[in-house]
């Protein structure tokens, strides 16, 4: 099958405009009879179950979580984007639609990303509307700050809680529409697989995650908001939850999966302390905006601070390197965070690494507090010179920007992070990749969608800062609330899907099959031992710098992995209660496919961009080096085995911006 | 670290359940207290016994899930952080830790230490929105200034993630905190107080279905809520529902 | 406005405002005895009053009475509520943790002021009803025609017995105000920048009447 993006024809500012004018609409009488089935509650699922909710459809919601509010979404710090241009600095849709691009290292589709920046600012507006209570200036307007990888301050914020804060407005929404019986929720329950009746996604198989019980739901449209596949690496900032299941099973039902080797490993997050470790913890992109990284310029520091002796806060100003500083003037410690995370990765390879382990560098604030210090005694008419004073002063400012994260890091780290530099190190935490979606949000399979970061297509091979939770919005609220309307027009007629078909029953025995299989191993090893080999395959040879030879074992070790699994994976109790370990193990199930596609990916695309960095291909200084050859999107067609997946390109055009050299110099 | 678990064990809903002592060995002090319960639960599937169910997602102390009652406090001994955050160098060697659920009738027992929280979904249904509708067409962002001490304290109730310690550490198993910090957060904002006299009396009456109990105000809640959540979002409720029920 | 009542916050509303005139009860009721202590005779003219003036007799004190049986039941419905909400309690609770012990038990200070109350009735209440409307005998004098209620008063803290009960049932009046004044004040929404300060009277109030009510009790049994 050819890929079509179906992206409309025009001027790209008219783009969208002119598709809205040209769709077919579904007449609200007509809507009552349509349902569709949304799985997955975060910023994507949760706002795009409202709205379709809103619109008239009936919907049935699902989370795997024991309320929709626990998405992981929840946890994103930072902020999201908005070409707002309050702070009259510049910003407009066009600059916004150029970073992300730019940002995205040329590999992302134009026509979705220009949408994107485009129904950015009414995001905002939405959820002040929603009572999001962001931050605000003392003259009571919206406040803004400054992310990586861009010239404005485009970024809206609620302290360190943004996500939280937006995820809760989404849940508002959603709780209305429950409350108005427009929206069914299913809590704790798990999507296993998606049903096709006559090519066109008709239904779900999903299981009660409290009773065990496998049930069938039908619609006439399934929307996945499922999130991403980074806890392929055992280790990542997302939830232990987040899982990739309902993307595969929608993959092995014939949807394209793309790009899956686009992964972001986020620059500051707090070191690994120890093989016991479950997860790891973000410490948001925005602290880049005051503090600096470093790592001592000498060798002997290095030791002197490992072994003890010599105190981070004791070390000279002149025998520091501030390397993303040297390295990259023009954005500094605000480069991207691929470009901040290999940085990181080069001076702890060069042995200049500050912990234990020789894998974390010093994010500093000590210079931020110095000059809020300043500042505030300067305000407050008191004495600019009394250090103590500054240095009190400054902490004040600190805290008020970042209390939240300070706590965090002081309670995991049981270091003060006021008074002595945090240690940090980039760790894996968004997967650009996901499923393909052409322009309207559908996957190869007609009726079954994508959005947010389960889908691959507005990040291309790196995303942007506070970007997450703009796509997710934008997707859930202003995007798919259109684009499934045009294909819904076609089922007026259709009526009520029945699930007492072979189709449902087909799928429903093999979900069974599968469960049966699990529980009856009896094998030596729990889940969690495989998903942690798992992850140490990933991370080593699939991580931050990837190669051919490490590529082609990789795959060879998954596949083997894979095997071992399920011969020998044990899965205690049975499937008719609450059994947390068999949801895992299917889970980890599909992490050890996903996994060895990842690695095929990454071995058949020859060059580096943005998350994906083949040491093969670099620049004399180490940057990445794009190659025009690969300037297209890689989507994968399931055909049994990970290494049998076909390969299809969709070519990306770019009319609107000029491709050059990815430079932060 | 070695270390003595009083755990509680309940099959099922409607199993009666009993405490369990679990010895455990070999703990650094840098674990968080889930990774200790995640070795324990390892060491019982490879022994072939039943693992014990907990629950936990995000484990950084923003989603909510995690809710274990820690030597007779909600989220252990620690102040402002949820189970998750708790580290075991908090703890003794030779400590014996006791374990239990949140216990409180309108969170009943699924299983183990998992309790079922719907209820406060249920409270939100009945009111906890503004109703506006999603597509976009409203007016500016800052069209609307809000007043910044209204929106910080807007924004503190609204960090409220719906954990349930409040209820747990409640003598009286009260959802007061958690609808206070609700009501509050849409009280405060002048896009919640078009709906503000419906919101607080339906949401305080679908918590009173839920036989939730009767604020006393001890203030255990907000000692132990892992965001420091404050009690003037329940005085602020007691204001808003007052006024409310006058008015109606 | 129906149905208040049936709301948790209603009750605790009704909760508070009785707790509220039950104070300023208190509070009266302790500026007329601690007369008794620096001018008898002040004390008997405004014991007289209080005991002949018709709304006191017929207004404030069938009011009063509600009252304190409206505090009560509802305190004790509260509790059994209270108590269901939580059907299996903690093996293991530490509630010291994070709330006071007054706050607490407050069911049990309650209760030990509810029989002290009863006593008091009997001892007190009881005899001066028996007098008046059923004696029939409003003069509020001594065969002697002084007034009665100052020497009644000595006559009755003759008795250690009742110099002590009355010692247990104010300290228990106090630890239960200790939390209880406060409690009212957010129960009635009233959380702002006078919190603080109102927390300091409270305090002075809790343990301020108390005290000076077992001042009275023990001065009058040291020096007669």
């Known amino acids: 099958m050819a890929l079509d993006s179906k992206i409309p024809q025009g001027p790209i500012a008219d783009k969208w405009t002119n598709y809205k004018n040209h769709i077919d609409l579904v007449n609200p009488a007509n809507k009552r009879n349509i349902d569709v089935i949304v799985v997955g509650t975060g910023l994507a699922g949760g706002s795009a179950a ?171 449209a399934v929307v996945l908001g499922t999130g991403g596949y980074g806890n392929v690496f055992f280790l990542s900032t997302n939830a232990m939850g987040s899982n990739v299941t309902a993307a595969w099973k929608a993959h092995k039902r014939g949807a394209y999966f793309a790009n899956p080797c686009y992964t972001q490993i986020h620059p500051t997050c707090i070191p690994v302390s120890g093989d016991h470790q479950s997860k790891l913890t973000l410490m948001s992109e925005s602290l880049r905006n005051d503090g600096r990284i470093w790592v001592p310029k000498h060798m ?100 008020n920007k970042y209390g939240n994260l300070f706590q965090m890091y002081e309670k995991i780290v049981d270091q003060d992070p006021y008074n002595t530099p945090m240690m940090i190190y980039p760790a894996v935490h968004y997967t650009m990749g996901g499923v393909w979606v052409d322009y309207n949000l559908m996957t190869t399979v007609p009726g079954l969608y994508a959005i947010g970061e389960a889908n691959f297509s507005d990040h291309g091979a790196n995303r942007l800062g506070a970007s997450a939770l703009m796509q997710g919005l934008a997707d859930g609220y202003f995007v798919l609330p259109y684009t499934i309307g045009d294909y819904l027009s076609d089922d007026i007629r259709t009526g009520p899907i029945s699930t007492d078909t072979k189709e449902f029953a087909e799928a429903e025995a093999e979900v069974r099959k599968n469960i049966d299989h699990l529980i009856n191993n009896n094998g030596t090893h729990s889940v969690d031992y495989f998903h942690k080999r798992l992850g140490k395959i990933m991370w080593n040879k699939c991580g931050m710098a990837r190669n051919a030879e490490d590529l082609k074992s990789a795959i060879t070790e998954i596949s083997e992995l894979r095997a071992e699994f399920w011969k020998d994976v044990r899965v205690p109790g049975t499937q008719n209660e609450f059994n947390e370990e068999l949801a895992k193990a299917g889970r980890v199930a599909d992490f050890l496919e996903l996994g060895e596609l990842f690695a095929k990916d990454a071995l058949q695309r020859e060059e580096s961009a943005g998350g994906h960095f083949r040491e093969e291909y670099q620049t004399a200084e180490g940057e990445a ?22 390969l299809h390109k969709e070519e990306l055009a770019y009319e609107n911006i000029e491709v050059k050299e990815r430079s932060y110099k | 670290m070695n270390l003595t678990l009083k755990i ?171 609808v206070g910090a609700k009501v509050s957060q849409f009280a405060l904002l002048p896009q919640g107080k078009v709906e503000a006299t419906e919101r607080v009396l339906n949401m305080v009456k679908q918590m009173d279905e839920e036989g939730f109990g009767n604020c006393t105000n001890t203030g255990a809640c907000e000692v132990e809520c892992p965001k420091g959540i404050s009690l003037e979002n329940i005085a602020r409720m007691n204001r808003e529902y007052l006024s409310a029920a006058l008015k109606g | ?198 927390k300091g009277f409270s305090k002075i109030y809790a343990i301020g009447v108390p005290v000076g009510f077992i001042f009275i009790a023990v001065y009058h049994f040291l020096n007669h």
């Open chain 1, 50 to 220: 409202a709205t379709l909710a809103e619109l008239g459809y009936n919907v049935k919601a699902f989370c795997f979580q024991d309320s929709p509010r626990r998405a992981h979404s929840i946890a994103a710090q930072g902020g999201i984007n908005a070409a707002k241009n309050y702070q009259g600095d510049g910003d407009s849709t066009y600059r916004l639609f150029y970073d992300t691009v730019k940002g995205g290292d040329y590999r992302s589709r134009e026509a979705n990303v220009y949408r994107l920046a485009e129904v950015s600012t009414n995001i905002i507006d939405q959820c002040v509307a929603q009572g999001v209570p962001f931050a605000r200036e003392y003259g009571g307007l919206l406040d803004n700050r400054s992310f990586g990888g861009v010239l404005v301050s485009r970024t809206f914020y609620a302290a360190g809680q943004t996500g939280q804060q937006l995820l809760l407005g989404a849940y508002s929404a959603m709780n209305r529409q429950i409350g108005r019986g427009k929206i069914k929720m299913y809590n704790r329950h798990e999507m296993l697989d998606v049903v096709k009746v006559d090519g066109k996604a008709r239904g779900i198989i999903t299981r009660n995650l409290i009773t065990g019980e496998i049930e069938r739901h039908s619609a006439h």
């Open chain 1, 300 to 399: 002997k520091d290095v030791e002197a601070i490992k072994a003890g002796t010599l105190k981070p806060v004791q070390l000279a100003e002149e025998d520091r390197d501030y390397y993303l500083e040297r390295r990259y003037p023009a954005f500094g410690n605000l480069v991207p965070r691929d470009v901040a995370s290999r940085a990181a990765k080069e001076r702890c390879d060069a042995g200049f690494g500050v912990n234990a382990t020789g894998e974390a560098v010093f994010l500093d604030f000590a210079s931020a507090i110095q000059r809020y210090g300043k500042e505030a005694a300067h305000v407050k008419g008191l004495n600019e010179n009394d250090a103590a004073l500054v240095k009190k002063l400054g902490q004040e400012v600190i805290k």
């Open chain 2, 8 to 178: 509680w064990r309940q099959a099922n809903a409607n199993d009666k359940g009993k405490m369990v002592d679990y010895p455990i060995s070999n703990i650094s002090p840098d674990m968080s207290f889930l990774e200790m319960l995640d070795v324990l639960n390892n060491e019982l599937i490879e022994k072939g016994e039943a693992p014990v169910s907990f629950d936990h997602d995000c484990r950084e102390g923003i989603c909510g899930s995690c809710s274990l009652y820690i030597n007779g406090e909600a989220h252990g001994p620690d102040r402002l952080i949820t189970t998750c955050q708790l580290h075991m160098r908090t703890f003794k060697d030779g400590e014996t830790i006791t374990i239990e659920p949140w216990r409180a009738s309108a969170f009943p027992v699924i299983k183990d230490l998992v309790v079922d929280r719907t209820a406060f979904d249920r409270i939100q249904h009945a009111g906890g929105f503004i109703s506006v509708n999603t597509s976009g067409n409203t007016i500016d962002a800052n069209a609307i200034p809000v007043n910044k001490q209204d929106a910080d304290d807007a924004f503190s109730a609204a960090t409220c993630i719906g954990c349930g310690a409040c209820v747990a550490s409640c003598k009286n198993s009260s959802a007061m905190l958690f």
């Open chain 1, 625 to 646: 080096m794009r190659r025009k050859e690969f300037q297209y999107v890689s989507a994968w067609e399931y055909k049994g085995e990970p290494k049998d997946a076909i």
């Open chain 3, 1 to 198: 406005m129906s149905g208040i009542l049936n709301s948790s916050i209603g009750r605790k509303f009704a909760m508070a405002l009785s707790a509220l005139f039950l104070m300023i009860f208190i509070l009266q009721h302790f500026a007329i005895n601690i007369l008794s202590v620096f001018s008898p005779d002040a004390f008997n003219e405004a014991s007289h009053f209080m005991g002949t003036f018709w709304a006191v007799q017929y207004l404030l004190q069938p009011v009063l009475i509600l009252g304190v049986i409206f505090h009560f039941v509802m305190g004790f419905v509260l509790e059994i509520r209270n108590n269901k909400a939580r059907a299996i309690s903690y093996a293991k609770n530490n509630g010291a943790a994070n709330s006071s012990w007054m706050s607490r038990n407050m069911i049990w200070s309650g209760g030990f002021i509810l029989v002290f109350l009863i006593i008091h009735f009997i001892d007190f209440w009881i005899p001066e009803i028996n007098t008046k409307y059923i004696v029939g005998d409003m003069s509020g004098t001594l065969p002697s025609g002084e007034f009665r209620y100052h020497e009644e008063l000595v006559h009755k803290f003759k008795d250690l017995w009742r110099v002590a009960l009355y010692c247990v049932g104010f300290v228990f009046l106090s630890l239960h105000l200790l939390h209880g004044f406060n409690s009212a004040f957010q129960s009635i929404g009233a959380n702002n920048k006078y919190t603080k300060g109102l």
